[in-house]
């Protein structure tokens, strides 16, 4: 036994150190939080990357610009209807269940989830993962899952889930997640709640950048700050809205027998079939500062057409504006920002900052776009992506070193 001592040594050795030259990467979103939030001479911290690192004008979400639908389109690369979130709600009207963004019964199952995350890819590649709150990444089977994950509490401390991923980042070489994940709602809750232009918003500003700091300076102390790649990201933009701007579509189709789902800037509707075109036609005769299109005619730049659990009507407001039913309540009054609208207008743009070894150094780019962070990823861990995304590695690689 004593003479396979040595050899059994250095292979130990040799283990650990094939763990330690993987990259490290921290991708961190911050909700909401829009492209030109940055300018605002609040944010040192973040502003800071673009000397240190590489910042994009703004980040391009997929339609339709809500918080799930584009967290999975960045983990997966793929487009919402390829991923299978099409909305925060929906409905599956076979199944006759909905998916709900707050229900985590439904965030939890699996087959909901048609594209695969990067953790998941990662894993099988031999590249541990963890997340400290990510959409989808309580999914219930363990093998779709990050190797360390927590289970979404709205409510814990910013700095709890920083000193979280640091902690993670402390486990002995061979339990270390080399990819991590982390979410802070701030500037979407105080934009939906007081605007994208109110002094709330910019106190969101200040608190997230000084997140931010709170990081990059725990990395120092644990001396991980030149190893580390740190992704700053957001999922969406954000737009006034008011109750003055509404459109009552339950209203114009005036028809019970129809099903609207969903208040904001995206409705689904679903019509017996016999009276589809009749529900269209008459939103069509209505058409004012919204866009009504059959499931299969909107148009192609969305990529908002080929999943089933699309209503055969769908309904896109202008930015801005609010579609209700008769049911609205009085969240109307209350809400001042929303996001949801046309993924191509800036409004609905987030950031995109990134610092590390893998990245260049005061590199700054245009808007990019967020499907095609999935394999970015993959190019920086030198693992082969799933092939049927949407994001393409050309479009975006020339940040990295
Ligand atoms: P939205 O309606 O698109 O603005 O959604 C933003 C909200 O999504 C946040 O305020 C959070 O409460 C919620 N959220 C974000 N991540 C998660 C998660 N992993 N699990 C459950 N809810 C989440
Ligand atoms: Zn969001
Ligand atoms: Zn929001």
């Keep these: 036994m004593k003479k396979f001592l040595p050899i059994f040594c250095l292979f130990i050795l040799f283990a650990i150190d094939i763990n330690a030259q993987k990259p490290y990467v921290i991708l961190v979103s911050f909700d909401g939080f829009r492209w030109d939030y940055l300018s605002r001479n609040i944010s040192p911290n973040l502003e800071k990357i673009r000397e240190d690192g590489v910042s994009a004008l703004s980040l391009r979400p997929t339609f339709p610009s809500k918080t799930f639908p584009n967290h999975i389109s960045i ?7 390829h991923h299978g979130i099409i909305l925060n709600n929906f409905r599956d009207p076979w199944g006759k269940i909905t998916y709900k963004m707050s229900d985590t019964n439904t965030t939890r199952e699996g087959r909901w989830y048609l594209g695969e995350a990067f ?4 894993e099988r590649q031999g590249i541990i993962s963890a997340s400290y709150f990510w959409p989808g990444s309580e999914i219930l089977l363990s093998y779709r899952r990050p190797t360390y994950n927590e289970k979404y509490v709205h409510t814990r401390p910013y700095e709890t ?4 991923v640091i902690n993670w980042l402390k486990l002995p070489q061979n339990k270390r997640p080399h990819f991590i994940t982390a979410y ?10 007081f605007g994208p232009n109110s002094p709330q918003l910019n106190d969101a500003i200040k608190r997230l950048d000084g997140i931010a700091g709170y990081l990059f300076k725990k990395l120092d102390e644990i001396k991980m700050r030149d190893s580390v790649d740190v992704i700053i990201l957001s999922d969406h933009g954000m737009t006034d809205v008011s109750n003055q701007r509404i459109i009552n ?9 129809c099903k609207i789902y969903d208040d904001g800037p995206v409705q689904l509707i679903d019509a017996p079939k016999n009276k589809i075109n009749s529900v269209y036609a008459s939103l069509k005769k209505n058409e004012n500062h919204y866009k009504v299109y059959l499931r299969d005619e909107v148009p192609q730049y969305f990529h908002f057409s080929d999943s089933p659990f699309i209503s055969p009507v769908v ?12 049911k609205a309540g009085e969240w109307l009054d209350k809400q001042k920002g929303n996001h949801g609208y046309d993924n191509n207008q800036l409004d609905m743009h987030g950031i995109f900052l990134a610092t590390g070894p893998d990245f260049k150094k005061g590199y700054r780019t245009g808007t990019l776009w967020n499907v095609d962070i999935y394999p970015l990823l993959c190019k920086i861990f030198g693992i082969y992506p799933r092939t049927n995304i949407d994001g393409k590695l050309e479009r975006i690689e020339f940040i990295l070193n």
């Excluded at 983990?75 to 209807?81: D, L």
């Excluded at 953790?119 to 990662?122: C, K, L, S």
């Excluded at 889930?161 to 979280?164: A, E, I, N």
């Design 75 to 81: 983990i997966t690369g793929m487009y919402p209807s």
């Design 119 to 122: 953790w998941e890819t990662a």
């Design 161 to 164: 889930r920083v000193d979280g």
């Design 184 to 193: 802070f709602h701030e500037t979407d809750t105080q934009g939906h709640d």
């Design 249 to 257: 579509t339950e209203k114009i189709i005036d028809d019970p027998s």
């Design 315 to 326: 309904v896109i407001a202008d930015p801005g504006w609010t579609l209700i039913t008769n």
